[in-house]
C-alpha cells in the first residue's frame, strides 16, 4: 500500500503543523470579520508555540453564525450538514478551497484505493445526492466519494430497498476483480452485509470504505471488531477502512488502518484530545473531547475545531502509518438546561 | 384520545369523562375546603426531609401556608368597593412549560384558590420535582373536602392537537407557560368568544450592582451578595426567565473595573465551595454561546474561568444579549448611571435584580421605565421568588370575575 499522505512522524508533523496553522489563524483573522472578533476577545495574540496551543473554534459554532474568510462572490458551494435539532452547518468553499479539498480527500484514499478508478457500488439510493449547490451530509459523503469509482451501482432504490439482482449483477461484472463499496456504517450493515450473507455473495474482492458512527449498532452489539469479523466470515469482504469526518473540514479524512481499530491522521491534519474539564491535552490512552485540526480550510476559520465526539489517542509513530492512532468513542451528551424561558422552543409543550 | 390522570391519580380518561359535569356544588373564591387543601400541602412540603431533597418545594411550601393565602385573598378585596362581587372566572386550562418547574404549582394553586375548576397539563417529559409535588398533592387528598378531586384536575398527554383543542374551547380562561413558540402553537386553538389566555412568553432578566453602593459595602455583606446572586443564577441553570444574565455594573468605569475583579472572584468562591459544576456538553454549549455573541461584536474580553464560571466583558449596553449562553455565563458592562438603562429595556424584559441602591433610585428608574418592560426590581437573592404578581400580571385578579350591583 502506497501512500504520499500518512508519512510524517509526529514531531515532524507538528512542527509544520504548527506553522502552517498559525498562518491560517492569521490569515482568517485578517479575512474574517467575525473570527477575528472571537479571537481578540479570547485576547489571542502571539503565535502558538505548540499545536495544542492554537485556539480552536467549538465546531457548532457553525450551525449558529456565518463563518467565512472569502467575498460571497468567490463562494461556488455551500456545503450543509445534518442537524439534529434543525441547526445546520454552512461551510463556504471558493474555487481553491473546493479543488484543495477534493485532491488531498483523492490522495488519502489512493492509499487504499490505488491510483486508478475502481467499479463502485454504493449502499445507499441514487437520488440521496441531489441539487449541486447545497448537498445534505448523505449527499455529500456520497457525492465526494463518487468521483473516485466508475460504472457506479446503487444498492438501494428509491424506497431504500436493497435491490439484490443489481447487487449480483454488479458482482457478476466486477467481482473478480478489486472494487470499491461506499456507505454508511450503519447501511453497510443492514442492507450490503445482511443480504450478502443471505444470498451467499462474495465480496471479497471489495474494498470498503465506510463512516457515520457506531451507535445505531450498538443496539445489535456489533463494534468495529465485531463487523470487521462478521463481514470477513460471511461474506469474505476483509479490507474495510472505517473514516472519521466532518463536513466542517471537509476534504479531511482520518482513515482506518489495514489492521483495523484505528484511525490514522494525513499529514495535513492531526486530533488532540482533550480533558472535559481542564481543556487540557490528555496523554496517550486517556479518553476525552477530539479537537481535530487541518490546513485544508482556506475559505472558512474550521482549521482547528473542537468537535461534540468523545475518543482517544492509543498510540503515536507506533503504528501502521506514523504519527497518532484513534478512536472515536461516541457522542458527548447534548447539555440540557432546566428552565421556562427561550431554550425551549421545541413545539408544543 | 386518552389522557394519564396525576391528579387525583389514576388511571387513563377519556377528555369526555374529564369534561363531564360533576354536579357538585361549585367552589367559592377563596373557598375554606381549598384553603384547608393547599393548607395540608404546605405542611408536607415543609417536611425537612423533602424541603432538602426539592429546596424550591420549601419555597412552594411557604407561599402556600394559610397566612399567605388568607393575605392574598385579603389584598384581593381590600382592592374592590362594596359594591363589587367576586366570582370564580369558571374552567381554568393550564399549559405549563414542557419541563415543568413549580411555578406551575404556583399559577394552579392560586386558580384554585379564586376557586375555579382546573385542568392542568403535566408534560410528559415533567422533572422530579414534579413528581414530588403531585405526590404530595395526592397524598393529602385523604383529609379533603372531595370536592377538591372534582374540580382539580392534573393529566399527561403527549402531543394530541385534538385534546388540547377541546380543552381550550371548553375554557374560559387559559394559563400558557413556556416561550414565545410555545405560545404561538397553543394560540392556534381557538377558545371561546368571552374566554381569554393569560400568557407567559420568552422573558429576558438582569442584575444591576451598584459601584458606589459596593465600594460602601462591608465585607461580608459583599460576600451575602454573591451568595445570593449565585443563587439567583445558578439554580435554574441561569435558564429560568427570572434568572440574571447580564450583570449592569452602574457607576464610575475605573472603580467599576475593580469591583467587576472582586465580585467575580466571590462568585468564583462560591461556584466552587458549592461544588457546582457543568457537564462537559454544558461547557461546550456555553463556548458556543459566547463564542457567538463575540463573534457579533461587542464582547471586548471573554474569560473561562472553569466551566462553571465564564465572564465576558461588553463594550456598550447595546451588546446585552437577551438570550441564553449556557449555565453560569455572565457578561458585564458598566454604565454611569441607571439612567442608560432606559432606551435599552424592551416588553420582553422581567426582573431586574439589584445590589447597592437605595429605594428612590429604584422607584426613579422603574418610573422612568414606565412600564414599558421589567415587571420586577428585587434584590439580589429574591429573583426566583414567585410573588402574586407575576410578568405584570396580579394573577389572584386574573383568575376571577367581577359583578358590580348598584342601587
Request: hydrophobic share 45%; aromatic share 8%; glycine share 8%.
Amino acid at each position: 500500500m502506497l501512500t504520499d499522505v500518512f508519512t510524517l512522524p509526529q514531531p515532524d508533523k507538528e512542527k509544520r503543523l504548527r506553522d502552517e496553522l498559525n498562518a491560517l489563524v492569521s490569515h482568517h483573522r485578517q479575512s474574517c470579520p467575525p473570527y477575528a472578533r472571537i479571537m481578540d476577545a479570547l485576547g489571542v495574540r502571539d503565535e502558538a508555540a505548540t499545536v495544542a496551543e492554537l485556539p480552536w473554534l467549538p465546531v457548532r459554532l457553525f450551525k449558529t453564525k456565518k463563518l467565512v474568510s472569502v467575498p460571497d462572490d468567490q463562494v461556488i458551494r455551500v456545503l450543509t450538514s445534518s442537524g439534529t435539532t434543525g441547526e445546520v452547518s454552512r461551510i463556504h468553499l471558493d474555487r481553491e478551497a473546493a479543488a484543495s479539498q477534493s485532491r488531498m480527500l483523492a490522495r488519502t484514499l489512493a492509499t487504499v484505493l490505488g491510483p486508478r478508478r475502481l467499479p463502485m457500488l454504493v449502499v445507499d439510493r441514487p437520488g440521496v445526492v441531489g441539487d449541486r449547490r447545497s448537498y445534505s451530509a448523505r449527499g455529500a459523503g456520497a457525492l465526494g466519494m463518487v468521483n473516485f469509482g466508475r460504472d457506479h451501482r446503487w444498492l438501494l432504490d428509491a424506497d431504500d430497498r436493497p435491490d439484490v439482482e443489481a447487487l449480483r449483477a454488479f458482482l457478476d461484472q466486477h467481482g473478480r476483480e478489486p472494487f470499491l463499496i461506499f456507505g454508511f456504517t450503519f447501511m453497510v450493515w443492514s442492507y450490503l452485509y445482511e443480504v450478502a450473507r443471505e444470498h451467499g455473495l462474495d465480496l471479497s474482492q471489495g474494498i470498503l470504505v465506510h463512516s457515520g458512527g457506531w451507535k445505531k449498532l450498538a443496539d445489535r452489539a456489533v463494534d468495529n471488531t465485531e463487523f470487521r469479523r462478521r463481514l470477513g466470515a460471511d461474506t469474505g469482504l476483509t479490507r474495510i477502512h472505517n473514516f472519521y469526518g466532518m463536513v466542517e473540514q471537509i476534504g479531511t479524512v482520518f482513515l482506518e488502518g489495514p489492521e483495523g481499530g484505528s484511525l490514522y491522521c494525513p499529514d495535513f491534519a492531526d486530533v488532540i484530545v482533550r480533558d472535559p474539564v481542564t481543556w487540557q491535552e490528555v496523554p496517550v490512552g486517556t479518553p476525552g473531547v477530539i479537537e481535530v485540526l487541518s490546513t485544508l480550510p482556506t475559505s472558512y476559520p474550521g482549521h482547528v475545531l473542537l468537535t461534540e465526539d468523545l475518543g482517544v489517542v492509543h498510540g503515536v509513530d507506533d503504528g501502521h502509518w506514523p504519527g497518532k492512532r484513534f478512536s472515536v468513542l461516541g457522542r458527548l451528551p447534548r447539555a440540557e438546561a432546566r428552565g421556562c424561558s427561550d431554550t425551549f422552543q421545541g413545539g408544543t409543550p | 384520545m386518552t389522557l394519564r390522570m396525576r391528579f387525583p391519580a389514576g388511571g387513563d380518561v377519556s377528555v369526555a369523562d374529564l369534561l363531564a359535569p360533576d354536579g357538585a356544588e361549585p367552589l367559592a373564591v377563596g373557598d375554606p375546603r381549598m384553603v384547608d387543601f393547599l393548607t395540608t400541602v404546605a405542611k408536607r412540603l415543609l417536611t425537612p426531609a423533602l424541603a432538602r431533597r426539592h429546596p424550591e418545594l420549601g419555597s412552594l411550601g411557604f407561599f402556600l401556608r394559610r397566612r399567605e393565602l388568607l393575605g392574598a385573598l385579603e389584598r384581593l378585596h381590600g382592592t374592590l368597593g362594596s359594591d363589587t362581587l367576586v366570582f370564580p372566572r369558571g374552567r381554568v386550562f393550564h399549559v405549563p412549560p414542557a419541563n415543568v418547574d413549580t411555578i406551575f404549582v404556583y399559577s394552579w394553586a392560586l386558580s384554585a384558590l379564586a376557586g375555579n375548576t382546573n385542568v392542568v397539563r403535566v408534560s410528559p417529559r415533567s422533572a422530579e420535582a414534579a413528581d414530588a409535588v403531585l405526590e404530595v398533592l395526592n397524598a393529602s387528598l385523604a383529609e379533603a373536602d372531595p370536592v377538591v378531586a372534582r374540580t382539580q384536575l392534573m393529566v399527561t398527554y403527549g402531543h394530541d392537537e385534538a385534546v388540547t383543542a377541546q380543552l381550550s374551547a371548553t375554557s374560559d380562561l387559559r394559563v400558557l407557560w413556556g416561550g414565545d413558540r410555545a405560545v404561538e402553537n397553543l394560540r392556534r386553538h381557538p377558545l371561546a368568544p368571552a374566554a381569554r389566555d393569560l400568557t407567559f412568553p420568552d422573558r429576558s432578566s438582569f442584575a444591576m450592582l451598584s459601584v458606589t453602593g459596593w465600594v460602601a459595602a462591608s465585607p461580608q455583606r459583599r460576600r451575602d451578595a454573591a451568595n445570593a446572586f449565585a443563587n439567583d443564577a445558578y439554580w435554574f441553570d441561569q435558564a429560568a426567565c427570572s434568572s440574571p444574565r447580564t450583570i449592569f455594573l452602574v457607576g464610575a468605569a475605573e472603580p467599576a473595573e475593580e469591583v467587576r475583579a472582586e465580585f467575580v472572584a466571590l462568585l468564583d468562591d462560591v461556584v466552587r465551595e458549592r461544588g457546582w459544576d457543568v457537564d462537559a456538553a454544558m461547557a461546550v454549549e456555553k463556548r458556543v454561546g459566547a463564542y457567538g455573541l463575540a463573534a457579533d461584536g461587542g464582547v471586548q474580553r471573554m474569560v473561562f474561568h472553569r466551566n462553571a464560571l465564564a465572564t465576558l466583558e461588553l463594550a456598550e449596553v447595546s451588546a446585552t444579549p437577551r438570550h441564553w449562553l449556557g449555565a453560569g455565563t455572565f457578561p458585564f458592562v458598566t454604565v454611569p448611571d441607571l439612567a442608560e438603562l432606559v432606551p435599552f429595556v424592551r416588553r420582553r424584559d422581567q426582573t431586574l435584580t439589584h445590589f447597592g441602591f437605595d429605594r428612590d433610585e429604584l422607584m426613579a428608574l422603574a418610573s422612568r421605565l414606565g412600564g414599558r418592560g421589567v415587571d420586577r426590581i428585587v434584590p439580589f437573592g429574591a429573583a426566583l421568588t414567585f410573588a402574586p404578581v407575576w410578568d405584570g400580571h396580579d394573577l389572584l385578579r386574573e383568575f376571577v370575575r367581577l359583578v358590580t350591583v348598584n342601587d
